[in-house]
């Protein structure tokens, strides 16, 4: 298994193959989403802690995802449109991807071997699951759907000091 996930790339929401090692150094959360979930709105407190923290060198990476309630149906344009004009977000976005079953992307395949959930199954259980990594590009922990961005400031500025 790779160590960290800096040997991953994904394709941003243009469709540009994007390596994650040029996030290499940085403070990462990475984060499943989609447009028409309940945790929706967790998108204004992502942009929150990216415009809190970035100069700091954190990032978030936000990953789209259809597979949970068919909740994010647009296409990567209309993804990007909706997530600019309704909650400001300037962090990077990549394209649809899927984090479960046998289409799984390698970097979900690795977040979740690195970081398994609630007694240790590996699934992911709904969009906006969270995971937080170093500046080594370790995964230092995971954050169920519920966890709003905002409790997850202190683990941020522990990792940035």
């Not at 499943?32 to 929706?40: I, L, M, R």
């Not at 992911?124 to 990594?133: C, D, G, Q």
Request: aromatic residues 12%; proline residues 5%; contains cysteine.
């Amino acid at each position: 298994m790779t160590s960290t996930i800096y040997s991953h790339s994904a394709n941003d929401i243009q469709g540009n193959p994007t390596a994650l090692a040029q996030y290499q150094g940085k403070v990462i959360l990475i984060v499943n989403t989609a447009s028409e979930c309940g945790f929706t709105p967790q998108y204004k407190g992502l942009e929150a802690l990216y415009q809190k923290y970035k100069a700091q060198g954190f990032v978030v990476l936000g990953f789209p995802c259809n597979q949970f309630g068919a909740q994010e149906k647009a296409d990567e344009k209309g993804i990007q449109s909706f997530c600019e004009l309704n909650f400001g977000v300037s962090f990077p976005l990549f394209s649809k991807i899927e984090v479960n079953g046998e289409h799984t992307h390698p970097l979900y395949q690795y977040l979740k071997k690195a970081a398994p959930g609630l007694l240790g199954t590996e699934r992911i259980k709904w969009n906006f699951t969270k995971f937080l990594v170093n500046r080594q590009g370790e995964v230092v922990a995971r954050f169920a759907p519920t966890t709003k961005p905002e409790d997850i400031s202190d683990k941020i500025e522990t990792l940035l000091k």
